[in-house]
């Protein structure tokens, strides 16, 4: 890069370095020694690459330039997940104002058009700054609550049958144009309150406000563009009017209207116009888009089709991954307003940011394997096409419930639907994004229905807020079922298809369900990490227990079929300790096996401790001898070999870290033993939780700030913080809910924390900086403050 008139330019760099620097106010030099390399010059958000595969085609941004300045379209691109989403957090320095602003500014000609309308499109939710922004969103955002979402979904789901029924003999439809368009246009204006005529006109302007924002519309279309979004303007101006005589109705708007009464100078006439057209597109065109996105890529995936048909539950999820994956918002933008740093590189004020949220839901850094489409991804929720912190879109939950909506109906419906051969375009544009058409077919012979008509009689409820991961299950085939050892049954357990399982970690455990009983019992793995085929978990039957065990033993036979959910680790090992002591009573010996087996290969200094009553019952002691040899100490009752854990344990250690599984009363021992150590030298696996239920006569309400959405919530004696989160629309992740886990972790910026789980240590809790929403509270009903 040169400051002369005629720069000397790296070679392969286009650019004028120069006179883009003096014009774009940008830096002299980047971290490569040049502003612009080459691939950044070449990018192009209106090109066929960008159009068909957002997050492919700047892979090579998310792993070697992470944020690049674009030449041709005049912005700064940001690809990674953590920089994106510190964008979103921080709304001063990184304004929305320029979200809904032309990308490509349309000229004179096509300006006069618009005046003509009297066209006067004003700041909305979506890029309204503060101070301005908030109280409106405060103001306007009760129908969005869960609570209020559910009255809507009888509708969603009456509009979704109707639709489908006008093709469901047909054998072929173009999902999109049949149904995946009207039902959220009629789904958004039933939501909005707005009457449902004018229906292909507002359809029609829909298409055309895109265009007009996010695309690049050549000079001869740019008139009729705007003669559409004139009318458009004017069609959502006369709907309000009429709305103003009586608004009394249940949507959206007409709450706005009501709303107006009492905060006239937040809830003003121009943001209500301006709030009824974007609100239209932002309810309508960015849930079918997504529809159109999920049914593609789950048809394209039909393993994880059939998986939906057979098990609904996993709908929720598979929608989240669907929006991860492959989302209707494929970017959006911000305004840089101090000169700023993201991930190393200087940005001046002033400087426009083209946030590539798609890139960001495919960042290695935040989702494993994450280009692999798994419909039980655990974190699959923190994607952020939804955008993420006080400007996340406020519609995220009704545009979840209605693709829940669609894909239970399909898949219960249609099951044997398939994609048919075609080509996918799309309207090019640097925002919006799923296919024009979506061809599909089936043999409409095969119809479930025409068999089993009462199958239309049924529904699977809809899950209202992110999803669940407790509803993720997986099904296994019983590969094997020998006995280890007195009332012990070893199971090796297989996916039915032979593919592999999901990698684990030592400590981890399933839960397996029994059944129909309504049981389900969590099982430590305890086999060989490396055997990804494979889980083998060790079930002692318990004949004073509930029932799960015994169910296990009666029917855990080889050819079995289970269901199970996990693996998850609430036990993860320390493998940089100087030194591991393991300790296992009894049947604890499962994770503490696996913990032992990774100690060994990975050279660790470890013992290994195993108690039981007698050698008959204690399973795996032949593999535990050959692997471990004298570093296994068995300790079998009826030998007389009983454990001196208070002697082993008397000299505490700083470098040791004690693992340990089996009976309460070791468990107690333990403890006391430890009582000199450093603190959470022990670490013990818990599988249930002594919380016991929320008892609101002993309990305090609290105030809860969220900083990154702007709001505060109160959260009352008889309700978790997390159910106070999801009522406010706020995802949090959950699992146990009982303060096992660590799933529901939230970061605290300020307050003091009474702790109730049991996954952080001693040290984490005094660090005082996070909490599990599930079962923590604020201390003596004091106020708290959250990184959400
Ligand atoms: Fe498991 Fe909260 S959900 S600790």
Redesign the pocket.
């Known amino acids: 890069m040169s400051q002369s008139p005629t720069p000397s330019r790296p070679s392969g760099c286009p650019i004028d370095h120069t006179a883009l620097a003096a014009t774009q106010n940008l830096p002299s030099q980047g971290p490569t020694g040049c502003p612009v390399s080459a691939r950044a010059a070449e990018f192009d958000p209106f090109g066929d690459g960008y159009q068909q595969d957002p997050p492919e085609y700047v892979r090579w941004a998310r792993d070697q330039e992470p944020v690049f300045y674009s030449p041709k379209l005049g912005y700064w691109v940001v690809t990674r997940y953590e920089d994106i989403k510190a964008i979103f957090r921080d709304n001063l320095t990184f304004s929305p104002s320029i979200a809904l602003e032309k990308i490509t500014p349309t000229g004179p000609e096509a300006n006069a058009v618009l005046a003509t309308y009297g066209y006067a499109m004003n700041r909305t939710l979506v890029n309204e700054d503060e101070p301005a922004h908030m109280p409106r969103r405060r103001v306007l955002m009760d129908p969005f609550t869960p609570e209020e979402l559910k009255h809507h979904e009888p509708m969603v789901r009456r509009l979704t049958r109707e639709y489908v029924d006008r093709f469901i003999n047909d054998g072929r439809a173009d999902l999109v144009d049949q149904m995946l368009w009207e039902v959220p246009l009629t789904v958004a204006l039933h939501f909005l309150g707005v009457p449902e005529e004018d229906m292909d006109l507002l359809r029609q302007y829909s298409i055309a406000h895109t265009v007009n924002t996010w695309g690049r519309p050549k000079p001869e279309e740019q008139v009729a563009v705007a003669h559409a979004v004139g009318n458009f303007w004017q069609l959502a101006g006369k709907i309000l009017d009429k709305m103003r005589q009586d608004p009394s109705g249940p949507g959206w708007m007409q709450y706005g209207l009501r709303k107006q009464q009492t905060h006239p100078e937040v809830v003003t006439d121009s943001y209500l116009h301006s709030m009824m057209m974007a609100g239209i597109v932002a309810a309508h065109e960015t849930t079918a888009n997504a529809s159109a996105n999920a049914f593609k890529l789950l048809l394209q995936h039909p393993d994880a089709w059939r998986e939906i048909c057979e098990d609904p539950d996993l709908i929720p999820n598979a929608v989240e991954e669907c929006l991860r994956h492959n989302g209707s918002v494929a970017a959006w933008r911000r305004l840089a307003t101090r000169d700023v740093e993201i991930a190393g590189i200087a940005i001046p004020a002033g400087s426009k940011l083209l946030i590539v949220t798609s890139s960001a839901n495919h960042d290695e850094g935040q989702f494993a394997d994450a280009d692999l489409f798994d419909i039980r991804r655990e974190n699959a929720s923190d994607q952020l096409t939804f955008g993420y912190g006080s400007h996340q879109c406020m519609g995220k939950n009704l545009a979840r419930m209605e693709m829940q909506i669609f894909l239970e109906e399909l898949t219960r419906r249609l099951p044997h639907l398939k994609l048919s051969e075609q080509s996918f375009t799309y309207v090019p544009n640097t925002s919006f994004r799923g296919p024009e058409h979506l061809w599909v077919e089936w043999d409409a012979e095969r119809n479930p229905e025409r068999s089993a008509p009462d199958l239309l009689d049924h529904a699977h409820p809809v899950r209202i807020g992110e999803p669940s991961s407790h509803a993720i299950t997986r099904p296994v085939v019983v590969q094997s079922a020998v006995h280890a050892a007195d009332g012990i049954l070893r199971l090796r357990l297989a996916s039915p298809d032979g593919k592999p399982l999901p990698r684990w970690t030592p400590g981890s455990h399933i839960d397996v369900e029994c059944g129909d009983t309504g049981l389900s019992r969590q099982y430590s793995l305890c086999g060989d990490p490396a055997e990804t085929g494979v889980f083998e978990i060790a079930v002692l039957k318990e004949p004073d227990g509930r029932g799960g065990s015994a169910w296990m033993h009666d029917h855990a036979v080889p050819g079995a079929r289970l269901r199970i959910r996990g693996p998850r680790n609430h036990f993860r090992m320390n493998e940089s300790a100087e030194k591991l002591i393991l300790i296992a009573g009894g049947i604890g010996i499962t994770p503490i096996s696996a913990m032992a087996r990774r100690a060994r290969e990975l050279g660790l200094d470890y013992q290994l401790h195993y108690s039981g009553r007698s050698r008959r019952c204690m399973a795996m002691l032949d593999e535990l001898a050959a692997l471990h040899g004298d570093k296994l100490h068995v300790h079998a009752k009826d030998e007389g070999l009983r454990a001196d854990y208070a002697e082993l344990l008397a000299a505490p250690h700083a470098g040791t870290q004690i693992y340990a599984c089996g009976p309460q009363n070791l468990l107690d021992a333990l403890a006391g033993c430890c009582a000199v150590w450093p603190e959470d030298a022990l670490r013990v696996e818990h599988f249930h939780s002594t919380l016991g239920t929320l008892d609101p006569s002993k309990e305090q309400s609290f105030e809860a700030v969220l900083k990154d959405s702007g709001i505060s919530i109160t959260v009352p004696a008889d309700q978790t913080l997390l159910a106070a989160l999801r009522s406010a629309n706020i995802d949090v992740q ?11 972790e939230v970061r605290v910026l300020e307050g003091d924390i009474d702790h109730r ?1 049991v ?1 952080l240590t001693r040290t984490e809790r005094d660090a005082n900086n996070k909490m ?4 923590s509270r604020a201390c003596g009903g004091k106020k708290i403050v959250l990184e959400l």
């Not at 599990?772 to 079962?775: N, R, S, T």
Request: aromatic share 0%; with cysteine.
């Open positions: 959950s699992d146990c809910e009982e303060g096992l886990c660590g799933s529901c789980d996954v599990m929403a599930c079962c």
